[in-house]
DNA sequence: CTGAAAGCGCTAACAC
DNA sequence: GTGTTAGCGCTTTCAG
């Protein structure tokens, strides 16, 4: 079969109209004034042809790809796969493409990104520390950088969106606090000081703070934040802490397997033990009984991703923006002190 | 703030190395001999000024820009962020990007990705019929072509993979009559006679074949297979055949859908009613009680999508593959016959 | 073994 | 209002 793939050019669809390319670029890019008439035959040679400008050759002018890279931990985390679909679904739009990067392997997409001339890039997962030479380099590129709050490197060129999740942590500590529990476990899918996440330090200091004895169970090396990993953390819970009432989890995924791990293994949910996430999935609904949890609403927030990465690319600006999460009842927490009443 | 980012180009680390960029080419392409000396030369000035060859203009000389785009109806499905994971996960690897595409809606994608000489794009989610000539552009612009097995044009210049999901409904029916089951009922997420997709028909052809009245729920207009659409169908499914002792959805999701909704409402599963789905997501090993469904694999058939894909792209190649999914046995399907001898 | 020069499709001065 | 021309960063003949 042959590759006889005829490009049609600008300079094509010039000769169809009977104009110079020049004319042509001004019409479809507005860049100049051009007469009605010609204006007109250059519109019918450019559907008759079914002409589409090249990208790639208006990127070579520095105009930008209208491309937005976005590095996530895994796609398969429910909360990241909504954010991504907000995104993108806003960005569209607007005519700019996603590439999805999976992994947060910086040193084999970085390169990438900036031979493609990404136009900017937005890490929802956490950079890993031994990595940060990687967004210096896509800075130097002129590649627009979006992070969350826990990357705290060039604070004056990067935006970043602050998730709250450690407020969530600590409103949830409180949440199981007032209602009569008192061995609260905090399911940690961070290694310890990775200094990547603020969920464990809130943890800690707010269990302190109430005079309670903190119950954390942290895995040797950072690992996803996964349902697997949420049942595998659960486990040794059980194993250290047996009598433990309460256990809050990283993150929705995490709080779901620990308590399907839980139910699995008889016991009663809110019952036996309670559960409180961080993330507010759909799945959370979805689940019986539903996951107490906070809800980070994934749509409004990749609106917001979008618009501030629109303004990064075409005003330069630089942004910090902060992402409230909401209480959302759940049929997981038990109420001891009602009951004790 | 100045946006003054020094570009590195060959020409730059031509001068650096002393040399030509005709020999900056040809060390970083091997596209000829070069002497060990100049060589190393080169290869100096690259590390120093840590260079990155422009992708977007090599992809001007018609050579391709290894971006391919990956069209679903949804990210948020799980069996799709699976697939999309595993994709990724193979095609980075070998230097290759890839493009989210969300809704399917290929009026606003299909000329975004010429005017981006994506390289190919793989229709993960159904085309709808009245969008067929986007396909037809695609291939007129020298873009590979990737579909399910749904689509039936232009046969010998696309490659296509059979899910066989036709098969395992087919298998499902069997199973379920097999168990003693006689109100069998197939909860469809497609416009009857959309002929987008085979597994209404095969369910229906199925339980003719059995003598089995069919008890098919379809919607008027096709929607997403999703968790809540599978609760809306199946509360429609209730009002019309109360009696329904086994339910068959479209996918995992749907079948999910119904299942939670009939445990919301007080039926036992699968005391009362037994569900089947069609995918294997992961999701469905995680519920209570395990779903009984057909495993698609989404990690082998991502390496397998990009495999084809890949071999499209450098070599031309047009393939038509089947891929099989696999009976995995979950706790939610009642033996009747069992009980009954 | 290495260089020079043309050209990919487009934009942006600079002319008329 | 419209045309001419010079690049953007790269590959690729064609010459040494």
Not at 27 to 49: D, G, H, I, W
Not at 147 to 159: A, K, L, R, V
């Amino acid at each position: 079969m042959e590759n006889v793939v005829l490009k049609i050019s600008r300079n094509m669809i010039a000769k169809e109209a009977g104009v110079t390319p020049t004319t042509v670029s001004c019409v479809l890019n507005n860049t100049r004034p051009v007469s009605q008439k010609v204006r007109q035959r250059v519109m019918e040679a450019v559907e008759r042809l079914n002409y589409v400008p090249d990208v790639m050759a208006r990127a070579m002018q520095g105009k930008g790809t209208k491309q937005i890279a976005v590095m996530v931990d895994s796609i398969k985390n429910p909360f990241l796969a909504e954010l991504v679909y907000s995104i993108e679904e806003a960005g569209i739009k607007k005519g700019f493409f996603f590439n999805i990067c999976g992994k947060m392997d910086l040193k084999k997409y970085i390169p990438n990104i900036i031979a493609r001339k990404i136009d900017a890039v937005y890490f929802c997962s956490e950079i890993k520390n031994d990595e940060v030479q990687y967004v210096r380099q896509l800075l130097d590129n002129g590649v627009k950088v979006l992070t969350g709050s826990h990357f705290s490197h060039f604070t004056d060129e990067i935006s970043r969106i602050d998730m709250a999740t450690g407020v969530a942590m600590g409103k949830a500590v409180r949440l199981l606090y007032e209602r009569g529990h008192t061995k609260i476990a905090c399911l940690n899918t961070f290694r310890v000081d990775s200094g990547l996440d603020s969920r464990l330090d809130v943890y800690l200091q707010e269990m302190k703070a109430l005079g309670l004895e903190p119950i954390a169970i942290s895995p040797e090396h950072t690992i996803s934040a996964t349902i697997e990993n949420g049942k595998i953390l659960f486990e040794e819970l059980l194993r250290k802490y047996p009598d433990v009432t309460a256990v809050i989890g990283l993150n929705d995924l995490v709080a779901l397997g620990a308590m399907n791990e839980a139910m699995r293994r008889g016991f009663r949910v809110p019952e036996d033990i309670s559960f409180i996430g961080i993330d507010g999935i759909e799945l959370s609904r979805l689940v019986v009984p539903q996951l107490t949890t906070f809800w980070s609403n994934a749509k409004a927030l990749g609106q917001k991703a979008f618009e501030i990465l629109y303004n990064m690319i075409e005003n330069n600006e630089v942004v910090s923006f902060n992402h409230d999460m909401v209480y959302l009842e759940g049929e997981t927490v038990r109420d001891l002190r009602k009951e004790k009443i």
